[in-house]
């Protein structure tokens, strides 16, 4: 069974920067595709934030985040990390780490409370 972990998460001031990890454990002999982050504030649905492919080192960020936020991948420890700057009160919210692997479904983590205090 996989194992996904995330860390990181914690109080920040506005204007702030914070790392969080995230790695996938249990996979023996799978093959790992893709590692994303999804977040999710209070009372909505979970949102995307970013993903990178482990064919392509070249990550994705939704519009909101873009410029600010910074992922990144270990492809030989199936990790991943989201480095973010400039915080705002609006990113507060859980984040959810989710990996992709080869024949499987999406795995997910249980996510870190990141908040943004004015």
């Known amino acids: 069974q996989v194992q996904v972990v995330e860390s990181g998460g914690g109080l920040v001031q506005a204007g702030g920067s914070l790392r969080l990890s995230c790695a996938a454990s249990?996979?023996?002999?799978?093959?790992?595709?893709?590692m994303a982050w999804y977040r999710q504030f209070p009372g909505k649905e979970r949102e995307f934030v970013a993903q990178?492919?482990?064919?392509?080192?070249?990550?994705t960020y939704a519009t909101s985040v873009k410029g600010r936020f910074t992922m990144s991948r270990d492809g030989t420890k199936n990790a991943v990390d989201l480095r973010m700057n400039r915080l705002s009160p609006e990113d507060t919210g859980v984040y959810y780490c989710?990996?992709?692997?080869?024949?499987?479904?999406?795995?997910w983590g249980q996510g870190t409370q990141v908040t943004v205090s004015s």
């Open positions: 989710g990996a992709v692997f080869l024949g499987a479904n999406t795995y």
């Open positions: 990178i492919d482990w064919a392509d080192p070249n990550p």
């Open positions: 249990g996979g023996t002999n799978m093959r790992i595709l893709t």
